[in-house]
Protein backbone atom coordinates (compact mmCIF):
# COMPACT_ATOMS: atom_id res chain seq x y z
CA UNK A 1 0.00 0.00 0.00
CA UNK A 2 0.94 3.57 -0.77
CA UNK A 3 0.70 6.43 1.78
CA UNK A 4 0.15 9.77 -0.33
CA UNK A 5 -0.09 13.42 0.56
CA UNK A 6 -3.36 14.67 0.21
CA UNK A 7 -4.27 17.76 -1.37
CA UNK A 8 -5.87 20.22 0.64
CA UNK A 9 -9.53 20.49 -0.17
CA UNK A 10 -11.81 18.07 -2.40
CA UNK A 11 -16.01 18.51 -3.63
CA UNK A 12 -18.20 16.70 -4.78
CA UNK A 13 -22.09 17.50 -5.41
CA UNK A 14 -24.61 14.32 -6.15
CA UNK A 15 -28.19 15.09 -7.46
CA UNK A 16 -31.40 14.26 -6.02
CA UNK A 17 -34.19 11.71 -8.23
CA UNK A 18 -37.59 11.38 -8.89
CA UNK A 19 -39.05 7.51 -9.43
CA UNK A 20 -41.30 8.55 -12.17
CA UNK A 21 -42.30 5.10 -12.73
CA UNK A 22 -42.15 1.92 -10.58
CA UNK A 23 -43.02 2.70 -7.35
CA UNK A 24 -42.46 -0.37 -5.02
CA UNK A 25 -41.87 -2.94 -8.02
CA UNK A 26 -38.31 -1.17 -7.94
CA UNK A 27 -37.76 -3.28 -4.60
CA UNK A 28 -37.98 -6.58 -7.16
CA UNK A 29 -35.13 -7.32 -9.40
CA UNK A 30 -37.78 -8.84 -11.54
CA UNK A 31 -38.86 -5.33 -12.35
CA UNK A 32 -37.19 -1.94 -12.69
CA UNK A 33 -38.12 1.77 -12.15
CA UNK A 34 -38.14 4.85 -14.17
CA UNK A 35 -35.81 7.17 -12.54
CA UNK A 36 -34.89 10.97 -13.63
CA UNK A 37 -31.96 13.18 -11.73
CA UNK A 38 -32.50 16.51 -10.72
CA UNK A 39 -30.46 19.26 -10.58
CA UNK A 40 -31.15 19.74 -6.67
CA UNK A 41 -28.17 18.82 -5.18
CA UNK A 42 -26.63 18.05 -1.92
CA UNK A 43 -22.42 18.90 -1.72
CA UNK A 44 -19.81 17.56 0.05
CA UNK A 45 -16.49 19.91 0.47
CA UNK A 46 -13.38 18.05 2.38
CA UNK A 47 -10.73 20.30 3.57
CA UNK A 48 -7.71 19.60 5.81
CA UNK A 49 -7.29 21.37 8.96
CA UNK A 50 -4.46 20.36 10.56
CA UNK A 51 -2.58 17.10 10.65
CA UNK A 52 -0.88 14.49 13.51
CA UNK A 53 0.46 11.05 14.22
CA UNK A 54 -1.59 8.37 12.76
CA UNK A 55 -1.59 6.25 16.09
CA UNK A 56 -3.52 9.08 17.70
CA UNK A 57 -7.23 9.54 17.11
CA UNK A 58 -8.14 12.65 15.16
CA UNK A 59 -10.87 14.61 14.69
CA UNK A 60 -13.56 15.10 11.99
CA UNK A 61 -15.97 18.27 12.11
CA UNK A 62 -18.98 17.81 10.00
CA UNK A 63 -21.02 21.17 9.26
CA UNK A 64 -24.37 21.88 7.63
CA UNK A 65 -24.26 25.92 7.94
CA UNK A 66 -27.35 26.23 6.29
CA UNK A 67 -29.46 24.98 10.01
CA UNK A 68 -28.99 25.87 13.36
CA UNK A 69 -26.83 23.59 15.74
CA UNK A 70 -26.20 21.19 12.81
CA UNK A 71 -22.13 20.21 13.10
CA UNK A 72 -21.05 16.90 14.68
CA UNK A 73 -17.67 16.25 15.91
CA UNK A 74 -16.07 12.67 15.71
CA UNK A 75 -13.36 10.93 16.67
CA UNK A 76 -10.81 8.35 13.81
CA UNK A 77 -8.30 6.20 14.62
CA UNK A 78 -7.01 2.99 12.65
CA UNK A 79 -7.42 -0.31 15.18
CA UNK A 80 -4.83 -2.81 15.65
CA UNK A 81 -5.60 -6.26 14.41
CA UNK A 82 -6.71 -5.11 10.99
CA UNK A 83 -9.94 -4.48 12.49
CA UNK A 84 -9.96 -0.95 10.45
CA UNK A 85 -10.74 2.35 10.99
CA UNK A 86 -13.03 3.29 14.50
CA UNK A 87 -15.66 6.60 13.91
CA UNK A 88 -16.92 7.63 17.15
CA UNK A 89 -19.05 10.91 17.65
CA UNK A 90 -17.99 13.38 20.54
CA UNK A 91 -20.14 14.96 22.34
CA UNK A 92 -18.15 17.21 24.73
CA UNK A 93 -17.77 19.87 22.83
CA UNK A 94 -21.13 21.44 22.68
CA UNK A 95 -23.90 21.75 25.55
CA UNK A 96 -26.49 21.44 23.20
CA UNK A 97 -24.41 19.17 20.82
CA UNK A 98 -26.58 17.24 17.89
CA UNK A 99 -28.07 13.91 18.01
CA UNK A 100 -26.40 11.24 16.53
CA UNK A 101 -26.65 11.66 12.45
CA UNK A 102 -26.31 8.08 11.31
CA UNK A 103 -26.04 8.62 8.22
CA UNK A 104 -23.37 10.75 8.72
CA UNK A 105 -21.26 8.63 10.66
CA UNK A 106 -21.65 4.92 8.62
CA UNK A 107 -20.64 6.85 5.41
CA UNK A 108 -17.52 7.83 7.34
CA UNK A 109 -17.33 4.61 8.89
CA UNK A 110 -17.29 2.59 5.09
CA UNK A 111 -15.65 5.10 3.18
CA UNK A 112 -12.69 5.66 5.47
CA UNK A 113 -12.40 1.58 6.04
CA UNK A 114 -12.07 1.25 2.55
CA UNK A 115 -9.33 3.60 1.51
CA UNK A 116 -7.50 1.86 3.95
CA UNK A 117 -7.85 -1.03 2.21
CA UNK A 118 -6.43 0.87 -0.58
CA UNK A 119 -3.67 2.10 1.21
CA UNK A 120 -1.85 3.23 4.47
CA UNK A 121 -4.19 5.75 6.23
CA UNK A 122 -2.74 9.19 7.30
CA UNK A 123 -5.02 10.95 9.52
CA UNK A 124 -5.48 14.73 9.07
CA UNK A 125 -8.30 16.56 10.82
CA UNK A 126 -10.93 17.27 8.31
CA UNK A 127 -13.61 20.05 8.19
CA UNK A 128 -16.65 18.29 5.93
CA UNK A 129 -19.27 21.30 4.77
CA UNK A 130 -22.51 19.81 3.67
CA UNK A 131 -24.57 22.26 1.38
CA UNK A 132 -28.33 21.14 -0.01
CA UNK A 133 -29.73 23.18 -2.71
CA UNK A 134 -33.43 24.89 -1.52
CA UNK A 135 -35.51 21.98 -3.75
CA UNK A 136 -34.82 19.24 -0.57
CA UNK A 137 -36.77 21.17 1.89
CA UNK A 138 -40.61 23.01 1.67
CA UNK A 139 -38.90 26.46 1.95
CA UNK A 140 -39.28 28.22 5.11
CA UNK A 141 -40.03 31.80 5.75
CA UNK A 142 -37.50 32.49 7.69
CA UNK A 143 -35.24 31.65 4.80
CA UNK A 144 -32.85 34.16 3.69
CA UNK A 145 -29.79 34.64 1.65
CA UNK A 146 -26.24 34.05 3.28
CA UNK A 147 -25.13 36.78 4.70
CA UNK A 148 -21.60 36.27 4.48
CA UNK A 149 -22.18 36.07 0.37
CA UNK A 150 -25.49 37.11 -1.08
CA UNK A 151 -24.27 35.75 -4.34
CA UNK A 152 -24.23 32.21 -3.17
CA UNK A 153 -26.62 29.58 -4.49
CA UNK A 154 -27.60 27.83 -0.98
CA UNK A 155 -29.86 29.50 1.16
CA UNK A 156 -29.67 29.89 4.66
CA UNK A 157 -32.74 28.00 6.32
CA UNK A 158 -32.82 29.05 9.67
CA UNK A 159 -34.05 26.00 11.21
CA UNK A 160 -32.89 23.13 13.27
CA UNK A 161 -32.35 20.31 10.13
CA UNK A 162 -34.70 18.19 12.75
CA UNK A 163 -37.57 20.56 11.82
CA UNK A 164 -37.50 21.09 8.33
CA UNK A 165 -39.96 19.49 6.07
CA UNK A 166 -38.21 17.40 3.51
CA UNK A 167 -39.62 17.22 -0.15
CA UNK A 168 -38.85 13.98 -0.58
CA UNK A 169 -36.26 13.77 -3.58
CA UNK A 170 -33.72 11.13 -2.13
CA UNK A 171 -31.76 13.42 0.32
CA UNK A 172 -30.44 11.15 2.33
CA UNK A 173 -29.02 8.86 -0.57
CA UNK A 174 -27.38 12.01 -2.01
CA UNK A 175 -25.47 13.14 1.08
CA UNK A 176 -24.25 9.67 1.67
CA UNK A 177 -23.40 9.57 -2.06
CA UNK A 178 -21.30 13.04 -2.06
CA UNK A 179 -20.30 12.46 1.20
CA UNK A 180 -18.69 8.86 0.23
CA UNK A 181 -17.47 10.47 -3.52
CA UNK A 182 -16.21 13.55 -1.99
CA UNK A 183 -13.61 11.77 0.98
CA UNK A 184 -12.37 9.18 -1.83
CA UNK A 185 -11.48 12.17 -4.26
CA UNK A 186 -9.89 13.83 -1.51
CA UNK A 187 -7.58 10.69 0.16
CA UNK A 188 -7.75 8.71 -3.83
CA UNK A 189 -6.21 12.81 -5.33
CA UNK A 190 -8.86 12.82 -7.61
CA UNK A 191 -7.85 16.36 -9.47
CA UNK A 192 -9.38 18.63 -11.73
CA UNK A 193 -13.30 19.26 -12.19
CA UNK A 194 -13.91 16.68 -15.20
CA UNK A 195 -16.92 14.25 -14.99
CA UNK A 196 -15.50 11.55 -12.96
CA UNK A 197 -14.15 7.84 -14.63
CA UNK A 198 -16.30 4.88 -14.40
CA UNK A 199 -14.19 3.32 -12.20
CA UNK A 200 -14.60 6.32 -9.82
CA UNK A 201 -18.38 5.90 -10.22
CA UNK A 202 -18.60 2.29 -9.93
CA UNK A 203 -16.23 2.00 -6.94
CA UNK A 204 -18.50 5.25 -5.12
CA UNK A 205 -21.62 3.48 -5.98
CA UNK A 206 -21.07 0.19 -4.31
CA UNK A 207 -19.63 1.70 -1.23
CA UNK A 208 -22.41 4.16 -1.27
CA UNK A 209 -25.07 1.57 -1.75
CA UNK A 210 -23.33 -0.44 1.37
CA UNK A 211 -23.40 2.60 3.29
CA UNK A 212 -26.82 3.51 2.85
CA UNK A 213 -28.34 0.80 3.37
CA UNK A 214 -26.27 0.29 6.96
CA UNK A 215 -27.24 3.60 7.84
CA UNK A 216 -30.82 2.37 6.95
CA UNK A 217 -30.36 -0.78 9.24
CA UNK A 218 -32.26 -2.55 6.41
CA UNK A 219 -31.40 -3.39 2.34
CA UNK A 220 -33.36 -1.62 0.52
CA UNK A 221 -34.00 -0.97 -3.28
CA UNK A 222 -31.38 1.44 -3.87
CA UNK A 223 -32.46 3.31 -6.39
CA UNK A 224 -32.15 6.62 -5.42
CA UNK A 225 -28.09 5.93 -4.81
CA UNK A 226 -27.91 4.77 -8.24
CA UNK A 227 -29.42 8.78 -9.40
CA UNK A 228 -27.36 9.66 -7.32
CA UNK A 229 -23.96 8.31 -8.30
CA UNK A 230 -25.53 7.83 -12.29
CA UNK A 231 -28.39 10.27 -13.01
CA UNK A 232 -31.28 9.82 -14.72
CA UNK A 233 -31.41 5.81 -15.59
CA UNK A 234 -33.50 2.58 -15.76
CA UNK A 235 -33.00 0.75 -12.91
CA UNK A 236 -33.06 -2.87 -11.76
CA UNK A 237 -31.78 -3.71 -8.10
CA UNK A 238 -28.89 -5.63 -6.87
CA UNK A 239 -29.36 -8.73 -5.16
CA UNK A 240 -29.32 -8.54 -1.12
CA UNK A 241 -27.58 -11.34 -0.74
CA UNK A 242 -24.14 -9.40 -2.53
CA UNK A 243 -23.99 -7.37 0.90
CA UNK A 244 -23.63 -10.54 3.08
CA UNK A 245 -19.74 -10.72 3.30
CA UNK A 246 -19.50 -6.76 3.86
CA UNK A 247 -19.14 -8.24 7.40
CA UNK A 248 -19.45 -5.53 10.67
CA UNK A 249 -16.83 -2.43 11.09
CA UNK A 250 -14.55 -3.30 13.43
CA UNK A 251 -14.32 -6.94 13.05
CA UNK A 252 -10.87 -8.69 11.66
CA UNK A 253 -10.40 -8.32 8.31
CA UNK A 254 -13.48 -6.02 7.79
CA UNK A 255 -11.60 -2.96 5.30
CA UNK A 256 -10.37 -6.32 3.38
CA UNK A 257 -13.83 -7.58 3.52
CA UNK A 258 -15.34 -4.27 2.16
CA UNK A 259 -12.94 -3.46 -0.19
CA UNK A 260 -13.57 -7.22 -1.79
CA UNK A 261 -17.58 -6.17 -2.31
CA UNK A 262 -16.46 -2.84 -3.42
CA UNK A 263 -14.62 -3.82 -5.77
CA UNK A 264 -16.75 -6.21 -7.28
CA UNK A 265 -13.98 -9.41 -6.74
CA UNK A 266 -16.04 -11.34 -4.74
CA UNK A 267 -15.42 -15.21 -5.92
CA UNK A 268 -19.45 -16.40 -6.08
CA UNK A 269 -21.16 -12.97 -5.67
CA UNK A 270 -20.80 -10.17 -8.19
CA UNK A 271 -22.39 -6.73 -8.52
CA UNK A 272 -25.62 -7.68 -10.44
CA UNK A 273 -27.22 -4.04 -10.48
CA UNK A 274 -28.50 -2.78 -13.93
CA UNK A 275 -28.25 1.03 -14.77
CA UNK A 276 -28.86 1.85 -18.24
CA UNK A 277 -28.13 5.86 -18.68
CA UNK A 278 -28.88 5.94 -21.91
CA UNK A 279 -32.62 4.28 -21.71
CA UNK A 280 -34.40 7.62 -20.67
CA UNK A 281 -34.43 11.27 -21.30
CA UNK A 282 -36.85 13.95 -21.21
CA UNK A 283 -37.23 15.69 -24.85
CA UNK A 284 -35.87 19.58 -25.00
CA UNK A 285 -39.49 20.36 -25.33
CA UNK A 286 -40.36 18.86 -22.16
CA UNK A 287 -38.92 19.63 -18.69
CA UNK A 288 -39.91 18.11 -15.08
CA UNK A 289 -42.20 20.39 -12.41
CA UNK A 290 -42.04 19.49 -8.76
CA UNK A 291 -44.63 21.06 -6.64
CA UNK A 292 -44.11 20.86 -3.25
CA UNK A 293 -47.85 20.04 -0.54
CA UNK A 294 -45.75 20.61 2.72
CA UNK A 295 -46.88 17.02 3.83
CA UNK A 296 -44.20 14.51 3.63
CA UNK A 297 -44.83 11.06 4.00
CA UNK A 298 -43.71 7.90 5.51
CA UNK A 299 -41.63 5.71 2.90
CA UNK A 300 -40.80 2.65 4.94
CA UNK A 301 -44.39 2.27 6.89
CA UNK A 302 -45.80 2.27 3.63
CA UNK A 303 -43.71 0.16 1.48
CA UNK A 304 -43.94 -2.40 4.62
CA UNK A 305 -47.98 -1.99 4.04
CA UNK A 306 -47.74 -2.74 0.05
CA UNK A 307 -45.14 -6.20 0.87
CA UNK A 308 -47.60 -7.35 3.51
CA UNK A 309 -50.30 -7.33 0.53
CA UNK A 310 -48.45 -8.52 -1.87
CA UNK A 311 -47.50 -11.49 0.23
CA UNK A 312 -51.08 -12.02 0.94
CA UNK A 313 -52.75 -12.00 -2.47
CA UNK A 314 -49.53 -12.98 -4.43
CA UNK A 315 -51.24 -13.77 -7.32
CA UNK A 316 -53.38 -10.15 -7.98
CA UNK A 317 -50.14 -8.65 -7.31
CA UNK A 318 -48.36 -10.25 -9.74
CA UNK A 319 -50.70 -9.55 -12.22
CA UNK A 320 -51.43 -5.93 -11.21
CA UNK A 321 -47.66 -5.61 -11.05
CA UNK A 322 -46.55 -7.09 -14.48
CA UNK A 323 -49.37 -4.43 -15.73
CA UNK A 324 -47.33 -1.80 -14.06
CA UNK A 325 -43.81 -3.21 -15.87
CA UNK A 326 -45.66 -2.50 -18.95
CA UNK A 327 -46.63 0.55 -18.31
CA UNK A 328 -43.06 1.52 -17.20
CA UNK A 329 -41.92 0.34 -20.34
CA UNK A 330 -44.09 1.74 -22.62
CA UNK A 331 -43.27 5.11 -21.02
CA UNK A 332 -39.81 4.67 -21.43
CA UNK A 333 -40.10 3.57 -25.02
CA UNK A 334 -42.27 6.61 -25.89
CA UNK A 335 -39.45 9.56 -24.25
CA UNK A 336 -37.38 7.61 -26.53
CA UNK A 337 -39.59 8.31 -29.82
CA UNK A 338 -40.12 11.91 -28.30
CA UNK A 339 -36.71 12.54 -28.23
CA UNK A 340 -35.54 11.36 -31.81
CA UNK A 341 -39.14 12.85 -33.17
CA UNK A 342 -39.20 16.61 -31.98
CA UNK A 343 -42.49 16.80 -33.54
CA UNK A 344 -44.46 13.76 -32.12
CA UNK A 345 -47.24 14.36 -31.10
CA UNK A 346 -47.43 13.89 -27.30
CA UNK A 347 -51.48 12.38 -26.76
CA UNK A 348 -50.15 8.66 -26.31
CA UNK A 349 -47.32 9.92 -24.16
CA UNK A 350 -50.45 11.71 -22.01
CA UNK A 351 -52.49 8.44 -22.61
CA UNK A 352 -49.82 6.41 -21.11
CA UNK A 353 -48.90 8.51 -18.10
CA UNK A 354 -52.65 8.62 -17.86
CA UNK A 355 -52.96 4.95 -17.98
CA UNK A 356 -50.13 4.27 -15.26
CA UNK A 357 -51.82 6.26 -12.63
CA UNK A 358 -54.97 4.18 -12.80
CA UNK A 359 -52.89 1.12 -11.89
CA UNK A 360 -51.16 3.02 -9.60
CA UNK A 361 -54.82 3.69 -7.41
CA UNK A 362 -55.58 0.41 -8.33
CA UNK A 363 -52.88 -0.93 -6.13
CA UNK A 364 -53.27 1.93 -3.53
CA UNK A 365 -57.06 0.47 -3.27
CA UNK A 366 -55.97 -3.01 -2.92
CA UNK A 367 -53.37 -3.10 -0.41
CA UNK A 368 -55.33 0.03 1.68
CA UNK A 369 -52.08 2.77 1.32
CA UNK A 370 -52.76 6.07 0.41
CA UNK A 371 -50.52 5.79 -2.85
CA UNK A 372 -52.17 8.59 -4.83
CA UNK A 373 -54.47 9.98 -1.95
CA UNK A 374 -57.64 11.48 -3.28
CA UNK A 375 -55.91 14.61 -2.37
CA UNK A 376 -53.35 14.17 -4.28
CA UNK A 377 -55.42 12.88 -7.35
CA UNK A 378 -57.15 16.18 -7.39
CA UNK A 379 -54.20 18.35 -7.59
CA UNK A 380 -52.33 16.39 -10.05
CA UNK A 381 -56.06 16.79 -11.96
CA UNK A 382 -55.96 20.52 -11.75
CA UNK A 383 -52.44 20.95 -12.91
CA UNK A 384 -52.99 18.40 -15.81
CA UNK A 385 -55.97 20.89 -16.99
CA UNK A 386 -53.72 23.40 -17.48
CA UNK A 387 -52.97 23.90 -21.04
CA UNK A 388 -49.50 22.41 -21.60
CA UNK A 389 -48.97 20.01 -18.75
CA UNK A 390 -49.10 16.69 -20.13
CA UNK A 391 -50.03 14.92 -17.41
CA UNK A 392 -48.18 14.09 -13.78
CA UNK A 393 -48.09 11.41 -10.71
CA UNK A 394 -47.31 11.02 -7.20
CA UNK A 395 -43.70 10.05 -7.72
CA UNK A 396 -41.84 6.92 -5.64
CA UNK A 397 -43.87 5.85 -2.84
CA UNK A 398 -46.19 8.24 -3.86
CA UNK A 399 -48.28 9.45 -0.65
CA UNK A 400 -47.99 13.32 0.10
CA UNK A 401 -44.18 14.16 -1.14
CA UNK A 402 -44.12 16.68 -3.83
CA UNK A 403 -45.80 15.63 -7.40
CA UNK A 404 -44.16 15.26 -10.22
CA UNK A 405 -45.56 17.05 -13.43
CA UNK A 406 -44.35 16.85 -17.48
CA UNK A 407 -44.96 19.78 -19.41
CA UNK A 408 -43.98 21.38 -22.25
CA UNK A 409 -41.11 23.95 -21.99
CA UNK A 410 -42.38 26.69 -22.27
CA UNK A 411 -42.40 30.34 -20.29
CA UNK A 412 -45.78 30.84 -20.86
CA UNK A 413 -46.80 26.98 -19.47
CA UNK A 414 -45.00 27.79 -16.43
CA UNK A 415 -46.64 30.76 -15.07
CA UNK A 416 -49.82 29.47 -16.43
CA UNK A 417 -49.10 26.64 -13.88
CA UNK A 418 -47.71 28.74 -11.07
CA UNK A 419 -51.41 30.76 -11.18
CA UNK A 420 -53.18 27.82 -10.57
CA UNK A 421 -51.06 26.48 -8.09
CA UNK A 422 -51.64 29.72 -5.69
CA UNK A 423 -55.44 29.08 -6.50
CA UNK A 424 -55.55 25.85 -5.40
CA UNK A 425 -57.01 24.82 -2.36
CA UNK A 426 -58.04 20.76 -1.72
CA UNK A 427 -61.89 20.00 -1.12
CA UNK A 428 -61.71 16.35 -1.63
CA UNK A 429 -60.08 15.68 1.93
CA UNK A 430 -61.40 13.11 4.06
CA UNK A 431 -61.35 12.88 7.66
CA UNK A 432 -57.97 10.52 7.59
CA UNK A 433 -56.19 12.49 5.05
CA UNK A 434 -54.27 15.57 5.31
CA UNK A 435 -55.63 18.85 3.85
CA UNK A 436 -52.74 20.29 0.93
CA UNK A 437 -53.53 24.29 1.89
CA UNK A 438 -50.87 25.52 -0.06
CA UNK A 439 -48.45 24.32 -2.61
CA UNK A 440 -45.25 25.52 -4.24
CA UNK A 441 -43.59 24.83 -7.31
CA UNK A 442 -39.90 23.80 -6.40
CA UNK A 443 -36.68 24.97 -8.11
CA UNK A 444 -35.84 21.91 -9.82
CA UNK A 445 -35.66 20.36 -13.23
CA UNK A 446 -34.54 17.08 -14.49
CA UNK A 447 -31.33 16.34 -14.97
CA UNK A 448 -29.29 13.51 -16.51
CA UNK A 449 -25.72 13.77 -14.67
CA UNK A 450 -24.94 12.13 -11.64
CA UNK A 451 -21.90 12.93 -9.56
CA UNK A 452 -20.07 15.87 -10.51
CA UNK A 453 -16.39 17.30 -9.68
CA UNK A 454 -17.33 20.38 -7.58
CA UNK A 455 -15.00 23.84 -7.63
CA UNK A 456 -14.83 25.08 -4.35
CA UNK A 457 -15.74 28.86 -5.07
CA UNK A 458 -18.72 28.86 -4.84
CA UNK A 459 -18.65 27.97 -1.30
CA UNK A 460 -18.06 31.40 -0.09
CA UNK A 461 -19.39 32.40 2.80
CA UNK A 462 -20.14 28.95 4.01
CA UNK A 463 -16.76 27.53 5.10
Known amino acids: ?262 DDQSTDRLWDTQIDETAVDLPPRLRLVMCDVDCGSETPSMVKKVMSWRKEYPDDASVLWERIQQGIDELTIEFQKLCRDPGRPLETLRNIILANRSLVRDMSTRSKVPIEPDVQTELIDACSSVQGVVGGVVPGAGGYDAIALIIEHRAEVVQDLRTSLANFKSSNTKDHEVAIERVGMLNVQQESQGLRMEPTQQYAGWV
Request: net charge positive; glycine share 8%; aromatic share 8%.
Open 1 to 262: MTSPSHPGNAAVSAPGKVLLAGGYLVTDRAHTGLVLGLSARIHSYVRTVGSSNASEANEILVRSPQFRDAEWRYQYRVLDGNRGVEVHQSTDHLDNAPSRNKFIEVALTYTLNYVLHLQSLKLPALEVTILADSGYYSQSRTSSVCSKNPESPFLDFNIRLADANKTGLGSSAALVSALVSAILRYFLQVTGNDLPTDTFKARAHNLSQIAHCAAQGKIGSGFDVAAAVYGSCVYRRFSPSILEKVGEPGSAGFPTSLGVVV
